[in-house]
């Protein structure tokens, strides 16, 4: 019985690990196509300082577009971000988002990017990794490597 508590306990490690893993691949896809679409005037308006993932206006594409459901910032998302996290029932904390699929299919409402997703983490909000995540898109750094 142990032995089996303990192999449930690495899958489900390994399965945080794979996550996390492919949340960050997506990540830096996405964010590679987005600062090679945004106009200057759009890379100026994002502020890591005022990075909030819970304000529309507030978030990356909130920043870059005026508001993330606006019709640019979904143009940007389906331009950029092969996958999505789905929104389910409106859900409001984007952590709890499952990866789902592609951005082309349904309402804007339905999905968050990658990005969207990863901003909102707390690990993210905690260390660098948002930071260093305005400074690529803009273009203040040439790559993307994110803290543990």
């Known amino acids: ?11 489900a490690l390994r399965a945080i690990v794979t996550r996390k893993a492919t949340m960050r691949r ?3 896809k996405e964010a590679t196509k987005l600062r090679d679409m945004i106009t200057p005037n759009e890379a100026d ?5 005022w990075l909030d ?5 507030k978030c990356i594409y909130g920043q870059l577009t005026g508001g993330c459901f606006s019709v640019r910032a979904t143009d940007l998302i ?19 988002s499952k ?8 309402d ?6 990658p990005i969207e997703v990863f901003i909102s983490q707390n690990v993210n909000k905690y260390s660098d990794n948002n930071e260093r995540l305005v400074q690529f898109i803009k273009k ?8 543990n």
């Open 1 to 11: 019985m142990e032995l089996i508590k303990k192999l449930k306990e690495k899958l």
């Open 26 to 28: 997506l990540v830096i």
């Open 45 to 49: 308006r994002l502020k890591f300082g």
């Open 53 to 57: 993932s819970r304000q529309a206006t």
């Open 78 to 96: 389906k331009a950029c971000a092969s996958r999505v996290y789905k929104n389910d029932s409106g859900n409001k904390d984007l952590r709890d």
């Open 99 to 106: 990866l789902n699929g592609s951005p082309i299919k349904g």
């Open 108 to 113: 804007r409402r339905d999905f968050w990017s």
């Open 140 to 147: 203040e750094i040439d790559e993307l490597i994110f803290e």
